[in-house]
Every structure is written in structure tokens, then in C-alpha cells.
């Protein structure tokens, strides 16, 4: 019998979500009570379901509301929900995807996307079937339904790499989908079918699904042909996502973009000069991988003549950065109006990587991030950010294309024209550097000028453009005569009777401390003194790029901040705007960030300090992880600041290493070892991130204390060896290697073997970041160290790969440690290293300079594997390699030396013990 309302149920649960929207908090309290009493009843998600479906009658706002908290309870209650209630839910969210309202359809696809992802295609293969049946109705409002449904489905498998684990998504898009998406493509399919289809092949070619070795890999000619259709299509919406597919292909499959180079390159250059602002917007992001890549780089050399001049055409400003320009940026002197919540807008946390790993942010170290840039991006922007990474390859080889533009423009009566030239100038500054060498005496003093302008958009740009000369100011020829002048030009402006100036001082001080390091010394008073006058003028946009340039000065000069006087002056209103933070405040993560950078500076000079961090930390850490329960089972008008979360765990991981073996009594007061078990299972990537590095942190210094929530943690670990968020990965790598030698053997022995195969998976695949096979190969070597006979059996599988990563290292102590792992393993399994002898002699050799224990080693490894090699076969091979590898194994492991232990009695390598 099909399931049928209670109306007394019904018509309580309508009245409580028209009434959800209220912004009175006293109302929402109350709503919220009678929502949590109404979820007691076990078909409570029916009544979502129905309403969302069956009541069309209700506001749109209504029901979206609704329907997404019947997709939020679905996921959260999802183990616990009986077959033929979620039955009904399923029928009816199939129904909602023909609703004529557009915002209706999204939310229903959401929901059964939130439902196919936690049961898995083959869980409800109907929905999948009727969506793709859908997509040939003549109605456009079905089609669009079921293909943003089908869309988002297709999204949340590729973004997570689902796709790689689910057979029946795998089968029902390579024999079902694609062949309908591919058809779509073809001249003379519907505007909405030709839009969705390639809009859902491009989210498989973001995620490398095209890729040799992936499941649809077959595809890819078939991808490449329909970009190739849709890129006649005279619809802008149409070519703005053919140039996203076009901007995949070149970050993977630059082969095929080369295969027809000349055209694409015509059509991105039109497409990059065209009226519609979004298309060029699209069409500008493609030429970052073009001119990184060595070969279609020397391709787009014949092209310059046509694209730079497009560039520099959009630099200026245009009607649409003016009617989105905030009104501050050109007000003279607006330092004392308070800022309105819509100019601060959120701060996002970017965790760190941890010890021995590489940044693998592609925006690290980009100053365009900064100041000048503001917040939005621009078409203004990406056209300068194209020219920058043109100089950075091309280098002075265009200044004459440049050189003539960017004088006459400065020359210019036009002000808006003049700053254009600034920015372009900055733009190419740090690639051409050596061409315009010549020039910058001059150009400094230009832009000194400038800075005094009486236009605040000019003061904005020229600051930031003074900023990317900075390597140049601080070189020794040259910073006797500029780098004070242009610390005091900055520190000045950063007290300009301009909002926005100031922002950009400041930002661009922040750039020049980077570079300046030790000679900010001199005029650290005067630094500081700005910084803290700068805390009594500053509105609150403003106080969140001081954080910044604080933090920046602490990574800067490290140790020298550990004077008394400038402790006393910067730390303590610090804390103060740390106590005086609500739970909610924009600025508690720069706050966060700031302070972090400070205890590593400041190490045990910190602790006095200390306890008033701590304590934030954990009360933000509490917070946040309420407000994810309540959004699981409440309506609630925002959602969690997850990223709140991850800038409190790093905070926590600063503190850690600030007290180092301190930290297990630290663990006696403020034990928040079982917080972090908790957010290691949180499903955001960025909140894993940065509590599998805090896990890593303290597994080196509380051992006893981490122990015993590793039933909770090590699986967490474990999964997200292999997943697309490549610093998760890294960081759950890291955490694990610390694990395992904080913990040993008996710690990991659990856990061993399924870590090490996902390990190995790592590892064999190709086209994976470097850090992430780096790492993957570092804690390898560290779990043979303590696991030895258990990851031994499965050496032959990875120890050519291992050692063939492992040559590109960096030579740091976890690579050491790596090793002597690789050293354990040999010796449990020594067959396997006959099998590919030259690869461990070449991933010795880049190592300079090996602990001498290392050596010894490793020479009697070598030479109890030349006994097994025919002579002529030995002096072949060592022949066969570079002179400063066979220099390398000389020097470091004695290779033309005699002596070690040779074979035993079955013929086998018998490597001696260490």
C-alpha cells in the first residue's frame, strides 16, 4: 500500500517551513524544537518528500527549502532508512525533475545525486535509466531537469574519483550515456541538449577520465571530435564551455591540442577578444597550461602578434569593472568609514603542507592573490595574469612586442589607460626582469611618483607594481639606493587616507618582506610601530591583510622578532582581537593564521602567550563541529565555517611543535586528541587536510595520548591515500610514515597491509602530482622499516617504480629514513632487487651525500649483488650510465671496492645484516 500523509502532520510541517525563513532567531529556535520533534516520527522524510513533490501549490522558496533538507536528511540518515520509505522518496524526486520551475528540478537533482552517491549506481539503476529517457522528450523543461540531474551524478562521481570504484556507473556511461552525450554534440541537436552534454563530458576530462590507463580512456577522440562540432556553434554559452573542454585537454592531453593546433589557437584568440565578458573570461584561463608546455609554447610563438595585442586591449577597465567597482576604491579619503559587511566577504583557510612536502598549490607565491587584484576576478586580470606567465617563458624575447605599448600608454592623457600600463608593467616584471634592467632606475622612480598620485586607483596599482620589482630592489647593487626608500614609500601608504590603498600597501609590503627577509631587520621598530598604528586606523577589511602582513613578517625574520619590546608591541593586541572575536567572525581565521606564523617564530617565547590560543582553538573546533550535527538534522541559514575548522587545527598543529616534547603535558589540560578524531572523519577535504597534518604533528610527541583513537583515525588515513585532493593525500601519507616510526611495528601491523596496497596503487600510477608519488614511495620505506616481513611480499610489485620516483626526492631525512625502509625490505626479500639492478644504483646516486650508516649499507647491498652479475654484464651496465652516477656510487658506496658477503647455497642475494 503506497504511503499516505497523516493531514494533521502535513498541514504542521508546511506551517513550520513557511515560517523557516524568518530572520528572528527567537522564531528559528522555536522552529527548529518542533523540526527535531517532528523528525521522531519515523516517516518524517516522506512528509519532505511529499510536500517537495505533490504540493505544488506552496512557494517555490517553500519547497526549495523543503527539498534541500530532505536531500540533507537523506544523507545523514541514510544508513538508518527503511526500503520502502526511501522507495516512495525516490519516486517522488523522479517525478519533481518535470517540475516547470527550474530551481525546483536543480534540488531535486541534487537530492538524487546526494542519493546515487551513497548507494551507488547500481543501488537505483532506474533513476539513472529514466533521467537518460527523459533527455529525449520534447519539452524542454524535462530535458533540462533530467540533464542537470544527470549532471550533477556525473559531477560527484568524477570529483571524488567514485567512478574509478563503481562498475554500474562505469558500464551505464560508456554504454548509455556517452553514446547519447556524443549525438548531442552533432550539428542540429536542441541548444539545451547540445549545452548539458558537453558541459557533463567536461567534468570527466577535468578528472583525466580520458587518460591512457583510465576506464574512459577509448573516448577521447570521441571528446575531442565533439569540442571540435561545438566549437562552430555561434552560441557564446556554447564556445565558453568548448574552451573549458579545450583548457582540460591542454592540462592533460596536450598531444591532441597539437594535432590541430593552428585552429585552436585562432579560435581561443577569438574567443579571448570577444564582446561576450564571460566568454573571454573562459577563453583567458587556457593560455597558462598553453605557455607552460615546451612544445606548444614554440607552436603559440607564431601566434604572439595576434594575442598580445588582444592582452593589452584588456587591461583597461571596462564598463563592467566600473559598475562592479566598490566605491571605495576611488573615494579620496574614506580611512574612517567603517565597512560594510558585503566589503569584507569571507577569508578562506589554505593549509600548509607539513614537514619534507612541497607546496602543491598552483596559486602559492602568486601576488596577483594580493592587493591591487581585489577580491573578484576579471577578465582585466586574467588578460595581465596571461602576460605574466608570457614573460615568465618567453622572457625579454617580447619586450619589443611590449615596450612601445606599454611607453605610449603611459604617456597617455586617459588615467585608466595609464594605470593599464602599470599593471601590464608589473605584469611582465618578474620574466622580463633582465631585459628591463636597464630601465628600472627610471621606473622606480616613476612609480614613487605614482604613488603620490591623486587618484587612489593609480596609488592601488602602482604600490602593487613596485611590489613585483622587489626581487630587483633587494638585490645587492641596488638596495642601497632603493630598498629603503621604497620600505618607507610603502609604510607610508599604508596609513593612505584610501581604504583601498592602503589594502594595497599593505599587501605589497607583505610581498616585499618575502623577498627582503634579514634586511627588514634594521627597521624592525618602524615596521612595527606601522603595524600597530596600522590596527588603530584600519577598517575591518583592512585588519584582515595586516594578519597577513604580521604572519609574513614572522616567516621573514624568524628569530629576530624575539626582542621583549617588539613581543610586547605586536602579540598582546593580537589576543585581545582574539578574545574579542565572536565564534562567527570573518577575521578569526587570518587571526588564526597570523598567530601561527608568530609561535613558529617565536617558539618558547610563545608560550606565555599560549594558553588564551589554545583555548580559542578548541572552543572554534567545539563550535564548528555543533553546527555539522545541528545542519544534519536543522534548517540552518548558513553553513558550518568548515574552513573555521581546518585554520584551528593548524593552529593546534603550530602549538604542537612550538612545545614539541612539551605537548603530552599540554594534552593533560586541553586534550583535544579526541576532536581530532572526529574531524579526521568529517567528509570536507580541507577539514581532513588539516587534521591528518595534526595527527602527523602529534604522533611524533604524544604517541601514548594519540594511541588509542586509532581504531578511529588509521582507516580515515588509509582511504584517503588515493583520492583527487592531492594534499590530502600527501598529508595522510605523512601522517601514516609518522605513525609508523613514532609507533612501530605492533602499532601498524593492523593496518599494514591494506595501507600498503593502497600505497601501491599510488605509486604505479602515472600522471599523478610528483609530491604525491614522492610521498607515497617515503612512507612505503617507512613501513618497511617496522612492518618489514609484512610489505616485503609485496616488493616485487613496487621496487623498480619506488626506485625510480625516489631519484627525483628531495634529500631530506624522510628520504633517508625511506631508505633504510628500502634497505629492510631488500634484505627480507633480496630476489627482487636482481630484477632491476640499475634502477637502485641510479636512485643511490642521487643521493650526494648519505648518512655514513646509509652507505655502509647500501655498499654491501651492491656488492653482494655484483657476485650475481656475470663481470662483462656488471662493467656493461656501469658503462651504460652517466659519469656523475658512476662518480656517485664510487664516492658514496665503494662500488670498484672488493668484499662483502656474496651468495649462499641456493644462489640467492644474501644481504648481511645491519
Request: hydrophobic share 40%; aromatic share 8%; charged share 20%.
Amino acid at each position: 500500500m503506497a504511503w499516505q500523509p497523516n493531514p494533521q502532520h502535513l498541514s504542521t510541517l508546511v506551517q513550520l517551513m513557511r515560517q523557516a525563513s524568518t530572520p528572528d532567531t527567537a522564531v528559528q529556535q522555536q522552529i527548529n524544537a518542533h523540526l527535531n520533534e517532528f523528525f521522531a516520527l519515523p516517516d518524517a522524510l516522506n512528509y519532505l518528500g511529499h510536500i517537495f513533490a505533490m504540493m505544488p501549490e506552496e512557494s517555490p522558496d517553500v519547497r526549495q527549502r523543503v527539498g534541500l533538507m530532505l536531500k540533507n536528511r537523506v544523507r545523514s540518515d541514510w544508513a538508518s532508512l527503511p526500503p520502502n520509505r526511501l522507495a516512495d522518496i525516490k519516486a517522488k524526486l523522479l517525478a519533481v525533475i518535470r517540475d516547470p520551475n527550474r530551481s525546483i528540478r536543480s534540488t531535486a537533482g541534487s537530492a538524487i545525486t546526494t542519493i546515487i552517491m551513497a548507494g551507488g549506481a547500481g543501488g537505483w539503476p532506474e533513476a539513472l535509466t529514466a533521467l537518460l529517457a527523459s533527455l529525449d522528450d520534447a519539452n524542454d523543461d524535462i530535458v533540462d531537469g533530467s540533464f542537470s540531474a544527470l549532471c550533477k551524478v556525473c559531477e560527484d562521481e568524477t570529483d571524488g574519483l567514485r567512478y574509478l570504484h563503481d562498475t554500474d556507473f562505469q558500464s551505464f556511461v560508456a554504454h548509455h550515456l556517452f553514446p547519447k552525450l556524443f549525438a548531442f554534440c552533432q550539428a542540429g541537436a536542441r541548444p539545451v541538449c547540445r549545452k548539458y552534454a558537453i558541459q557533463c563530458l567536461n567534468y570527466f576530462a577535468n578528472h583525466r577520465a580520458f587518460d591512457v590507463g583510465e576506464p574512459f580512456h577509448g573516448s577521447l577522440r570521441s571528446y575531442w571530435e565533439a569540442l571540435g562540432q561545438l566549437a562552430t556553434d555561434p552560441d557564446p554559452n556554447i564556445k565558453r564551455l568548448v574552451c573549458t573542454g579545450f583548457g582540460s585537454l591542454a592540462d592533460t592531453n596536450m598531444e591532441l591540442i597539437l594535432t590541430a593546433v593552428d585552429a585552436v589557437l585562432e579560435f581561443m584568440i577569438g574567443c579571448s577578444d570577444s564582446e561576450s565578458y564571460n566568454l573571454r573570461m573562459e577563453a583567458m584561463e587556457f593560455w597558462q597550461p598553453v605557455i607552460q608546455h615546451d612544445q606548444c609554447r614554440n607552436e603559440l610563438a607564431r601566434f604572439l602578434p595576434k594575442l598580445i595585442p588582444v592582452l593589452l586591449r584588456h587591461t583597461v577597465y571596462t564598463e563592467w569593472d566600473y559598475l562592479a567597482m566598490d566605491v571605495s576604491q576611488i573615494e579620496d579619503d574614506n580611512t574612517a568609514v567603517p565597512d560594510e559587511a558585503h566589503d569584507i566577504g569571507p577569508r578562506f583557510h589554505q593549509s600548509h603542507p607539513r614537514a619534507g612536502q612541497e607546496s602543491v598549490d598552483e596559486d602559492e607565491g602568486d601576488d596577483t592573490q594580493r592587493g591591487a587584484w581585489g577580491g573578484d576576478w576579471t577578465v582585466r586580470k586574467s588578460a595581465a595574469l596571461a602576460l605574466d606567465h608570457l614573460s615568465t617563458h618567453y622572457g625579454v624575447s617580447i619586450l619589443p612586442q611590449l615596450l612601445g605599448p606599454i611607453e605610449e600608454r603611459l604617456r597617455a592623457e586617459s588615467w585608466d589607460v595609464r594605470e593599464s600600463a602599470v599593471l601590464c608593467l608589473g605584469a611582465i616584471a618578474q620574466g622580463c626582469m633582465a631585459g628591463l634592467n636597464q630601465f628600472l632606475p627610471k621606473v622606480i622612480e616613476l612609480l614613487l611618483t605614482l604613488t603620490r598620485e591623486p587618484k587612489p586607483l593609480i596609488r592601488t596599482i602602482s604600490c602593487w607594481c613596485i611590489s613585483r620589482f622587489s626581487v630587483w630592489i633587494c638585490d645587492k647593487p641596488n638596495r642601497d639606493r632603493y630598498f629603503k626608500t621604497v620600505l618607507a614609500e610603502i609604510l607610508s601608504h599604508m596609513s593612505d587616507r584610501n581604504k583601498r590603498v592602503q589594502e594595497a600597501a599593505c599587501s605589497a609590503f607583505a610581498t616585499l618582506e618575502e623577498e627582503a627577509r634579514d634586511l627588514l631587520v634594521p627597521y624592525l621598530q618602524d615596521i612595527i610601530n606601522t603595524l600597530v598604528a596600522a590596527f588603530n586606523i584600519y577598517q575591518a577589511r583592512n585588519v584582515l591583510i595586516l594578519y597577513d602582513a604580521i604572519g609574513t613578517l614572522a616567516e621573514a625574520v624568524g628569530s629576530y622578532l624575539r626582542q621583549k619590546q617588539y613581543i610586547e608591541a605586536l602579540i598582546p593586541p593580537l589576543i585581545h582581537r582574539l578574545s574579542q572575536a565572536t565564534d562567527h567572525d570573518v577575521q578569526l581565521i587570518p587571526i588564526f593564521e597570523c598567530l601561527t606564523a608568530v609561535s613558529h617564530a617565536l617558539g618558547e617565547d610563545f608560550i606565555p602567550y599560549m594558553e588564551p590560543f589554545i583555548v580559542r582553538c578548541i572552543r572554534t573546533t567545539n563550535c564548528v563541529l555543533d553546527e555539522i550535527d545541528k545542519s544534519a538534522t536543522q534548517a540552518m541559514s548558513e553553513r558550518p565555517r568548515r574552513d573555521m575548522l581546518g585554520a584551528a587545527l593548524d593552529a593546534l598543529g603550530a602549538v604542537v611543535e612550538a612545545l614539541d616534547k612539551k605537548t603530552p603535558q599540554l594534552l593533560q589540560t586541553h586534550d583535544f586528541i579526541p576532536l581530532l578524531a572526529r574531524c579526521c572523519q568529517d567528509s570536507n577535504m580541507q577539514v581532513k587536510q588539516s587534521s591528518f597534518a595534526l595527527v602527523g604533528d602529534v604522533s611524533g610527541r604524544a604517541m601514548e595520548q594519540l594511541k588509542p583513537y586509532l581504531p578511529q583515525i588509521m582507516p580515515e588515513l588509509t582511504q584517503h591515500l588515493v583520492h583527487s585532493a592531492v594534499s590530502v593525500c600527501n598529508n595522510a601519507s605523512w601522517a601514516i610514515g609518522e605513525i609508523a616510526v613514532h609507533g612501530g611495528g605492533d602499532i601498524m601491523s593492523p593496518y599494514v597491509d591494506q595501507i600498503t596496497a593502497q600505497l601501491i596503487t599510488v605509486v604505479r600510477r602515472e600522471n599523478l602530482h610528483r609530491s604525491l608519488l614522492q610521498n607515497g614511495c617515503i612512507t612505503l620505506g617507512r613501513l618497511g622499516l617496522v612492518c618489514t616481513a609484512k610489505v616485503a611480499v609485496h616488493l616485487e610489485q613496487f621496487y623498480s617504480r619506488w626506485c625510480f620516483i625516489m631519484i627525483y626526492a628531495r634529500n631530506d631525512h624522510e628520504k633517508m629514513n625511506a631508505f633504510h625502509g628500502l634497505y629492510a625490505l631488500i634484505k627480507a626479500n633480496p630476489s627482487v632487487a636482481m630484477k632491476d639492478i640499475p634502477v637502485l644504483l641510479h636512485s643511490l646516486a642521487s643521493i650526494p651525500n648519505p648518512p655514513k650508516n646509509l652507505a655502509q649499507l647500501f655498499h654491501e647491498v651492491i656488492t653482494a649483488l655484483r657476485q650475481q652479475v656475470d663481470a662483462a654484464a656488471w662493467t656493461t651496465m656501469l658503462n651504460g650510465m652517466e659519469p656523475p652516477i658512476r662518480d656517485s656510487l664510487t664516492r658514496n658506496y665503494g662500488l670498484g671496492g672488493e668484499g662483502g658477503q656474496l651468495v649462499n647455497g641456493t644462489g640467492q642475494v644474501t644481504v648481511p645484516s645491519s
